[in-house]
């Protein structure tokens, strides 16, 4: 999430480019701010020098291990702000899958903490847009994807394939339906379709590549829910002009229906116009295959020019929004 924080939505590099290094930062200047970003094994706990006032922690929220990792920041930053080294504190928080991060709610300011503001992913409960903000999943910086500049060749040239998915097929989940639809009418034969029985958290060079070309060569990205209906499938069709085809149902868990939003799942792309394709049941998808076959290719281009346009869109409206609402809480009219 940090990565595609800093690399996709605010679009800089990081020194060294190695991304083994043990130490990589980069820096920004952005409305009346000064954004500097630092990350590696070795940034950790009390080993950081701070010069600045403000600080934004990008923490992990996914399980037990990474939380008593991400307390210890809050502990570290909270020491900061008692010796007055910091001012004021923002959290980027990788929620969890199915929204219980209640762990993170003591340290929040209106519960008498003492972060100001928490950006955090997936449909949690309490986005108010006041000081909790629905914050993108974003692409699989963790598998090394891309940041993708889009070719003429991306644009223009035809796909072989009308759709494509690659992913972990689970028992009992609507994906076996979505694989059994697939077979019926040799739907499978127009997509590019490897399905796997067990998640693989790694990639290899070759299969990360294979996901890649099929991204590029399918006109459509099938996703359909897994622990959450976000995943990073979504952000790296986009990168590729492959429009996402989601399947929009809740998932199990406490995310949604929070005071701003009422149709979850995916608030934050709905709200901001996602031209993707929307479907409650993958019984729908012949239809939707059976229109794709008739598209003509100006009018695909056409189709993947938007889907690449809304995405630009989407990362500098997501930059100017956190630019925006971490200077109206920690600036109160200063000059930087």
Same mark, same amino acid.
């Given at each position: ?26 820096s ?17 706990p009390?080993?950081? $020098?701070? /010069?600045?006032?403000?600080?934004? +922690?990008?923490?992990? #929220?996914?399980? @037990?291990?990474?939380?008593?990792? &991400? ?10 702000i ?20 209640e ?6 300011k ?7 503001l928490l ?50 097929v689970?028992?009992?989940? $609507?994906r /076996?339906?979505?694989?059994?639809? +697939?077979?019926?009418? #040799?739907?499978? @034969?127009?997509?590019?379709?490897? &399905?796997?029985?067990q ?62 939003y ?20 993958w ?17 695909k ?5 938007? +889907? ?12 100017q929004k ?8 920690f ?6």
């Amino acid at each position: 999430v940090g990565l595609y924080l800093w690399e996709h939505i605010f679009g800089e590099h990081l020194q060294p480019s190695d991304l083994t290094a043990q130490w990589r930062e980069g820096s920004q200047k952005a409305g009346k701010t000064y954004f500097s970003f630092i990350t590696g094994p070795s940034v950790v706990p009390g080993y950081f $020098s701070v /010069e600045a006032e403000n600080v934004v +922690l990008v923490l992990n #929220g996914r399980e @037990k291990a990474k939380i008593a990792y &991400a307390t210890q920041w809050l502990h570290y930053a909270q020491t900061l702000i008692r010796t007055h080294k910091i001012q004021h504190l923002a959290v980027v928080l990788l929620g969890n899958e199915q929204c219980n991060n209640e762990w993170i709610q003591p340290y929040l300011k209106r519960h008498g903490g003492f972060v100001n503001l928490l950006f955090v992913t997936y449909d949690y409960a309490l986005v108010n847009e006041e000081d909790i903000f629905q914050w993108p999943l974003g692409v699989a910086t963790y598998r090394k994807f891309p940041v993708v500049e889009p070719s003429w060749s991306m644009l223009h040239d035809p796909r072989s394939y009308l759709c494509n998915f690659l992913g972990t097929v689970y028992k009992n989940s $609507s994906r /076996e339906t979505l694989m059994e639809i +697939l077979k019926q009418d #040799g739907l499978d @034969k127009l997509c590019w379709i490897a &399905a796997r029985e067990q998640w693989q958290p790694q990639e290899t060079n070759e299969s990360f590549k294979s996901f890649q070309d099929a991204l590029l060569q399918s006109d459509l990205t099938l996703c359909p829910v897994g622990i959450n209906t976000e995943c990073y499938r979504i952000y790296e069709a986009c990168s590729y002009g492959s429009l996402p085809v989601i399947e929009d149902v809740m998932t199990p868990g406490d995310c949604g229906n929070s005071s701003m939003y009422h149709s979850a799942p995916l608030q934050l792309l709905k709200t901001m116009g996602a031209p993707f394709i929307f479907i409650k049941n993958w019984k729908e998808l012949p239809a939707v295959l059976e229109k794709e076959k008739k598209m003509r290719l100006q009018e695909k281009i056409q189709r993947r020019k938007k +889907l690449l346009e809304w995405y630009r869109n989407f990362k500098a409206w997501m930059r100017q929004k956190f630019i925006n609402t971490l200077e109206n809480s920690f600036l109160h009219g200063d000059k930087g």
